[in-house]
C-alpha cells in the first residue's frame, strides 16, 4: 500500500483543490505545489546568519496543536543553557503550558506578559528566575484570554512585542529612518512559545523574531499545515519582518512507522535547508520532565529526547554564529 498525498499537498500549481473522489498520489518532489515550494527557498537563508549585538529571538509557531510546540521550547532551552548560553523563554499562550512546565504556577504569578502587551510593562519587570540557573522565565496567565480580542485595538499592535525586546522606536521626525535604540535586555537567546494559532499574538512574535521555529509532526493533519505556515511567512516578511527565516523540526518522530518515515523524506525533499537536520523522536520521559517542572535536558539528561535537544541546540548555534 503506497503513501497517500497528504491534504495539503493535493493541490495544482494554481492552487486548485483536487476532487476529493479522486485518487490521491503517492507525494514526489515534483509534484509539491509550486507556490508552497517557492515560498520555502524564499524563507531558506543562504547561509548562516550572522550573531548580533543583542538576542537572537527565535519564536516557536505552528497553527496546529499537538505538535510537541511547549515542549521544544522548554527541551531546546535547557540544552542552550547546558551549552552556557543565557536564555529567556517568553510564554504567549493562554493556557501557560510553558509556565506550568517550568514549575510556576499561572494562577500565582505577579506581572506576566500581558502587561507587556497591554501596560508597556518591559520584559525584565515581569521575568521570572526558574531553577535553572541562566534561564529566566516571562510567564502566562489568565489575562492572555483577552489578547486576541483587544491587542488589534491598538496602534501597531503587530510591532508591541518587538518595541519591548528591541527598544522603542525613535519618533519618526527624529529619525526618519526609524532606527531602533540599543536593546536593554541581555541574553544570548530569547525564545517566544507561541498559543497554536496565526491571530494577534502569533504575528506580534514573528515580527519580532529573527527565526521561526516550525514543530511538525511527520503526519496528515501536521505536514497540511505547513501549507498555510508559509503563506503567513511569506505575508510578515513583505508588511513586518523581511528578515524572518524559518526551520522546520520533525518531532515525535517515530522510526517505526513507515507514514512517519515517508512523509519526513517528503518534507525535506520539498523543503531542503529548510529542515534541521536534528530529528526529535517519541519519548515518555519528555511527559515525565513536564511534571517535574524541568526541562529534559536536567531531568533525565541521558534520555534520548535529551541527547536529540542537545544536537539541535548545536545545530542552532552553529547556524547562528
Request: glycine letters at 6%; charged letters at 20%.
Amino acid at each position: 500500500m503506497s503513501l497517500q498525498e497528504p491534504y495539503f499537498f493535493a493541490h495544482d500549481a494554481g492552487g486548485k483543490r483536487l476532487n476529493d473522489d479522486e485518487p490521491a498520489e503517492t507525494i514526489s518532489e515534483q509534484e509539491f505545489p509550486q507556490e508552497t515550494l517557492a515560498a520555502a527557498q524564499e524563507a531558506v537563508p543562504g547561509g548562516a546568519k550572522p550573531r548580533l549585538d543583542r538576542p537572537y529571538v527565535i519564536a516557536v509557531a505552528n497553527q496546529k496543536g499537538g505538535v510537541a510546540k511547549t515542549t521544544s521550547v522548554v527541551s531546546l532551552a535547557g540544552a542552550l543553557v547546558n551549552h552556557e548560553q543565557e536564555v529567556l523563554v517568553v510564554d504567549l499562550d493562554a493556557q501557560a503550558n510553558l509556565t506550568l512546565a517550568l514549575g510556576k504556577d499561572p494562577g500565582r504569578v505577579r506581572g506576566s506578559i500581558t502587561d507587556v502587551l497591554f501596560n508597556s510593562a518591559t520584559l525584565l519587570s515581569v521575568s521570572r528566575e526558574t531553577n535553572i540557573p541562566g534561564l529566566d522565565l516571562v510567564p502566562s496567565n489568565a489575562g492572555m484570554d483577552v489578547a486576541e480580542r483587544f491587542l488589534p485595538v491598538r496602534q501597531d499592535y503587530e510591532l508591541i512585542l518587538r518595541r519591548a525586546l528591541l527598544g522603542e522606536l525613535r519618533q519618526s521626525g527624529a529619525n526618519p529612518g526609524g532606527a531602533l535604540r540599543p536593546p536593554t535586555i541581555h541574553y544570548d537567546f530569547v525564545l517566544l512559545d507561541c498559543p497554536p494559532s496565526m491571530g494577534a499574538v502569533t504575528l506580534n512574535a514573528l515580527a519580532a523574531a529573527d527565526l521561526l521555529i516550525i514543530p511538525t509532526q511527520p503526519e496528515y493533519f501536521s505536514a497540511f499545515a505547513l501549507r498555510t505556515m508559509t503563506q503567513t511567512i511569506r505575508q510578515v516578511r513583505s508588511r513586518y519582518n523581511p528578515e524572518l527565516a524559518y526551520r522546520i523540526l520533525i518531532t515525535m518522530f517515530d522510526r517505526r512507522n513507515r507514514i512517519h518515515r515517508d512523509v519526513a523524506d517528503q518534507i525535506r525533499a520539498a523543503f531542503g535547508e529548510g529542515v534541521f537536520e536534528t530529528v526529535i523522536a517519541v519519548d515518555t520521559k519528555l511527559r515525565e520532565s513536564a511534571v517535574e517542572g524541568l526541562p529534559i535536558t536536567h531531568h533525565k539528561s541521558q534520555s534520548r529526547s535529551a541527547l536529540q535537544y542537545d544536537t539541535l541546540a548545536q545545530e542552532l548555534i552553529a547556524y547562528v554564529q
